[in-house]
C-alpha cells in the first residue's frame, strides 16, 4: 500500500489518522472500539458480560481516584465553599466524638432513609446567604477559565493520539503485509497509550464542567431563597 500523497493533499496516513481522530471523538463521548468490539462478539456467543473484569473493575477506580484528587488538587475553593456551605446546613456523622470523614478527608454528613443529606436550608440567614452568594458569584469567572485549561488538556490529548496513530500507520514494519486494515491496527496498537490517556483526560474535562455547572445552579438557588424570603 502507498503512503504517498494523496490528491487532497494529505499522505494515507494522514488521511488514516483523520478519520480515526473522527471517530474517536465519537468514542469519547459515547464508547472505545474495544467496547464496540464486545458487543458484536457477544452477538455470536449469546449472554453478554454484565461487569467488569477484575483487572478492570480495579483500572477504573484508579482513573476515578486519581481524577477526583485532580478535582480537589484544581478546583480545591469550590469545595471549600461547598464545606462551608453543608457546615450550616447539614449534620455531619459521628463516630466516638468525632467527625467521620471519607477517603479524600471530606466530611461525610447524615443522610435519609434513601441515602439523600438531610439538610436544612432554613438556617442560612439573610447574611449568610448573601455571603455564599458573593464567595460564589466572584469566584466563578476563575472557576470558567479553570475549565478552559481542562477543555485544552483534552483536545491536546486528542491531538497526541492522532499524531501517534499516524506514525504508526506510517512507519509500518517492513516485514508486515501492507494493506490499510494491516496499518490501521499498527496505528491503533502504537496509540493505545494516548487513547487511554484522550479519554481520561476527557473524563477529568467533563468532571471539571459539571463541578462548575453545580456551583451555577446553586448560586441560583441561594438567590431565588434570598429573593423569596
Known amino acids: ?18 478519520v480515526e481522530r473522527a471517530e474517536v471523538d465519537q468514542q469519547l463521548n459515547l464508547e472505545l472500539p474495544e467496547e464496540r468490539e464486545r458487543k458484536f462478539q457477544r452477538g455470536a456467543v449469546g449472554r453478554p458480560r454484565m461487569e467488569w473484569l477484575p483487572e478492570q473493575q480495579l483500572y477504573i477506580q484508579e482513573i476515578h481516584r486519581v481524577v477526583d484528587h485532580r478535582l480537589l488538587n484544581t478546583f480545591g475553593d469550590v469545595y471549600r465553599v461547598l464545606n462551608e456551605l453543608y457546615h450550616v446546613i447539614r449534620d455531619p456523622v459521628m463516630v466516638d466524638g468525632k467527625v467521620l470523614r471519607d ?6 454528613y447524615r443522610t435519609d432513609s434513601s441515602g439523600l443529606p438531610i439538610e436544612d436550608w432554613g438556617r442560612l440567614g439573610t447574611k449568610e446567604r448573601e455571603r455564599f452568594l458573593y464567595l460564589i ?13 481542562t477543555w485544552l488538556e483534552s483536545m491536546y490529548g486528542k ?3 492522532e499524531q501517534t496513530y499516524a506514525r504508526g500507520f506510517r512507519d509500518l514494519d517492513p516485514k508486515m503485509k501492507d494493506t490499510e486494515g494491516i496499518r490501521a ?9 494516548d487513547q487511554y490517556l484522550a479519554v481520561i483526560q476527557t473524563y477529568y474535562s467533563k ?3 459539571a463541578l462548575v ?17
Open 207 to 209: 468532571k471539571a464542567e
Open 159 to 161: 491531538v497526541e493520539y
Open 103 to 108: 477517603e479524600r478527608g471530606l466530611v461525610q
Open 1 to 18: 500500500m502507498s503512503n504517498n500523497t494523496r490528491l487532497s493533499g494529505q499522505t494515507a496516513a494522514e488521511e488514516a489518522a483523520a
Open 137 to 149: 458569584t466572584t469566584r466563578l469567572v476563575f472557576w470558567e477559565q479553570k475549565i478552559a485549561e
Open 213 to 229: 455547572r453545580s456551583m451555577e445552579r446553586l448560586s441560583q438557588r441561594l438567590k431565588d431563597i434570598h429573593v423569596a424570603s
Open 185 to 193: 491496527a499498527a496505528g491503533k496498537l502504537a496509540a493505545r497509550e
